[in-house]
């Protein structure tokens, strides 16, 4: 349970702009624990999405070290951090990304063929993630005949059913009513307590905060306060 | 597995724009069926070309001695066996037949015309253009007919016709000049005149019992194919060892390089057609790639890797290739079918003889033509989706997803 699945220290990212640099994160260090649902949240150029983007492989720091499961990325090609991506860390996005000429079940099962599961076995395990978000029933469907919480929730359905030891979540309400997001985090809180999943989401919308166990707040790339919420 | 899935998204994709895709297929078929339809046309001209080179006395293959092509006289004569036959399985052997073909001069009561003077055996002259030339009056009968077959327009110049008596003069075979009339037994009418103002036929024994020689001055070799001269060549370039054994694109230059030219106009007008059709494919496959971006980014980022994305965009090309490919080569067929029983050039007649055809352009359909055009052109396909598949994976995925 106390297992450190990401590890930063010390991480710097510099985005280097023609008139002058702009410095997103500043010496930032943060753990987080196995089982954490945590919030990166402050305002908009506080680092929270850059180093969200860092810890999932998707960007590289200028400075510092960061591991995830026990894998310092900044060893890693792209391709190695590809793999890391697939096999590792979920992720959902901000506005949904399914592909939209698949249907929601294959949107799922889109990611264990990248990881060459054959057939029968990702078809079941597709089927089983969908079940588990309530939309089962959904499969067939294509993302344009799906509302955005239906969308978000394919997302997620497809961001788990590769059991990563982490899931990353940046601004996932962003496109969703309160009553949906609210939804939505329900289904990330249950999969946080049942299932032990560990969670880091990016976020400026305080119902998203409300949900998580540990909110981390960063002002001008630096983290400002980081707090455990009581249960 | 991972390939199934591309080919699935590809498949996907290019049904989500179906009009899109609709125009880029008819470009590509209205291309391929055009680049087919005309590899008939030029085809057609090539065998035409090769038949009318084949025919014209020089068959596949031809035996002289040595120095006659410069000195085409009786002098230069080889002597053949009385049952001779080549050595070439029956197969491969349409014919062959033995001549003596010398000048001579051609005189009648008002003109007088200097001539190629051949003395045939016309039971073996199916091999050329003789064996079924249409004739005004009677052909020759045999090695021992005495009388001449003269062309149309040789006889429409020498004021004479059928019936009516000729004057040969030519050189025998000591030396000295021969002289001898000969009786018109038909006028022939070979396509255009060329011919027909050149050559005078009459039997070989005949010409032989002028020329005081039991020789010969060449023995022409029709093969069944092109493709075999080479090989039967070989063979007879053992047999008639002392002699020259030589094929027709070296006795029929002129014709053998267009015969060869004909292959490049092939190449040349599909690269042209081609190529302005890959510019339309290419600036479809950017707009596909570029509406795109972001679907790319997030695969991305959840892991997909970039040789797999750029396989994707490659494998779509070559769906969209494939499809106009097929759709061109039945729209291709369909026009050779169209004018599979020729097209009447009659009116550009002396054009065309000038470039050794017919009158008549009879389209040739080879399957090897129509797969070469289908195998080149899902090459082209692959070529023109590099630089899109490229821009696919140009972006990161994080400034994918940023936009």
């Known amino acids: ?231 | 597995m991972v390939l199934k899935l591309i080919l699935q998204l590809s498949l996907r994709n290019i049904a989500r724009h179906k009009r899109r895709n609709i125009m880029l297929f008819a470009a590509i078929a209205v291309a391929v069926a055009g680049v087919s339809a005309t590899n008939t046309l030029i085809r057609g001209f090539q065998a035409d070309l090769l038949d009318s080179s084949i025919s014209n006395l020089t068959g596949h293959i031809k035996i002289h001695a040595p120095g006659y092509r410069d000195d085409p006289t009786i002098q230069k004569s080889f002597e053949l066996a009385k049952n001779f036959a080549p050595d070439v399985p029956a197969e491969e052997l349409l014919g062959w037949a033995p001549r003596i073909r010398i000048p001579a001069v051609i005189m009648s009561e008002r003109e007088t015309r200097g001539i190629q003077l051949v003395g045939v055996d016309p039971n073996a002259e199916h091999i050329s253009f003789l064996g079924n030339v249409p004739i005004d009056g009677e052909a020759l009968s045999g090695s021992d007919d005495g009388q001449v077959l003269v062309g149309r327009e040789l006889a429409r110049q020498l004021e004479t016709k059928v019936g009516r008596r000729l004057v040969i003069i030519t050189q025998g075979a000591d030396g000295l000049n021969r002289e001898r009339g000969f009786r018109i037994v038909g006028t022939y009418d070979a396509e255009g005149t060329a011919l027909e103002k050149i050559f005078v036929f009459s039997g070989l024994e005949k010409i032989q019992e002028l020329l005081d020689t039991p020789n010969v001055t060449e023995v022409s070799v029709r093969l069944h194919q092109e493709s075999q001269r080479i090989s039967v060549k070989r063979r007879l370039l053992d047999f008639f060892v002392g002699l020259e054994v030589m094929d027709w694109r070296e006795l029929e230059p002129q014709a053998a390089t267009m015969y060869l030219f004909a292959d490049s106009i092939i190449f040349i007008w599909f690269a042209v057609l081609m190529s302005a059709l890959i510019f339309g494919l290419v600036n479809t496959l950017i707009a596909a790639v570029m509406e795109r971006v972001k679907e790319f980014g997030m695969v991305r980022a959840i892991g997909m890797r970039k040789s797999m994305v750029i396989s994707q965009v490659v494998v779509e090309s070559i769906f969209i290739m494939s499809i106009g490919v097929v759709f061109g080569l039945m729209m291709g067929y369909g026009l050779y079918a169209s004018i599979a029983d020729g097209l009447d050039l009659g009116q550009f007649a002396g054009g065309v003889a000038t470039f050794g055809m017919r009158s008549m352009l009879v389209p040739i359909l080879r399957p090897s033509d129509f797969v070469l055009v289908a195998a080149l052109s899902i090459g082209l396909g692959v070529l023109a989706s590099l630089y899109p598949a490229w821009r696919a994976v140009k972006i990161t995925p994080l400034d994918a997803l940023r936009r």
């Open chain 1, 1 to 231: 349970m106390n297992d450190v699945v990401v590890e930063c220290e010390g991480i710097e990212r510099v985005y280097q702009d023609d008139a002058f640099p702009v410095r997103a994160l500043n010496s930032v260090d943060l753990s987080v624990n196995d089982g954490e649902f945590v919030s990166l949240s402050g305002p908009s150029g506080s680092g929270k999405s850059t180093l969200l983007n860092i810890i999932g492989g998707l960007d590289r720091p200028d400075g510092g070290v960061v591991n995830v499961g026990g894998v310092d990325l900044g060893g890693l090609s792209d391709s190695a951090l590809a793999d890391m991506r697939l096999h590792k860390i979920g992720f959902v996005f901000q506005s949904y990304n399914l592909i939209p000429v698949l249907t929601a079940l294959e949107n799922v099962e889109f990611i264990l063929q990248l990881q060459s599961v054959s057939a029968a076995s990702r078809r079941e395990r597709a089927l089983h993630s969908l079940d588990s978000l309530g939309l089962g029933d959904l499969g067939k469907r294509r993302p344009g005949e799906l509302s955005g919480g239906q969308q978000q929730r394919v997302a997620i359905a497809r961001a788990i059913v590769t059991d990563p030891i982490l899931l990353l979540a940046d601004e996932p309400s962003a496109n969703l009513d309160s009553t949906t997001t609210h939804e939505l985090l329900e289904v990330l809180r249950d999969l946080n307590k049942s299932q032990g999943m560990t969670i880091i989401t990016a976020t400026h919308d305080p119902i998203v905060m409300g949900y998580t166990t540990r909110k981390v707040q960063l002002v001008d790339g630096g983290i400002e306060q980081d707090e455990a919420v009581p249960e």
